[in-house]
């Protein structure tokens, strides 16, 4: 599967923004697809993830009740609204499948990537 991210931009913090990822090549459903996000001189983290049906969904504690995941199989897309944004969340967002059951959050377990988009909340 291909992934494309895109909607990243530069923000006042307390803003929103949705970011889409669009996935071809394979059956959108099959896949667990989540939201990663990687800072300067820090680790990739797990930011959301949603099941295979979209009736499953993880969220990192630093963006519960901020951002919400959702996905279309009908447009094979994945968004992440994130709303009252933070500095902190200033990063590359990058969006991931994964074939693997259940809902796994690390980096590892996602073999196929987009390509990234830059993510800025100004303060």
């Known amino acids: 599967v291909q992934l494309q991210a895109s909607g990243g931009g530069l923000v006042q913090a307390g803003g929103s923004l949705t970011l889409s990822c669009a996935a071809s090549?394979?059956?959108?459903?099959?896949?667990?697809m989540g939201w990663f996000r990687q800072a300067p001189g820090k680790e990739r983290e797990s930011v959301a993830v949603?099941?295979?049906?979209?009736?499953?969904?993880f969220y990192a504690d630093s963006v519960k009740g901020r951002f919400t995941i959702s996905g279309d199989n009908a447009k094979n897309t994945v968004y992440l609204q994130m709303n009252s944004l933070k500095s902190e969340d200033t990063a590359v967002y990058y969006c991931?499948?994964?074939?693997?059951?259940?809902?796994?959050?690390?980096?590892?377990?996602?073999?196929?990537w987009g390509q990234g988009t830059q993510v800025t909340v100004s303060s």
């Open positions: 991931a499948a994964s074939l693997n059951g259940g809902l796994p959050t690390m980096s590892k377990l996602f073999p196929y």
């Open positions: 090549g394979r059956t959108f459903s099959n896949y667990v």
């Open positions: 949603i099941s295979r049906s979209g009736g499953s969904t």
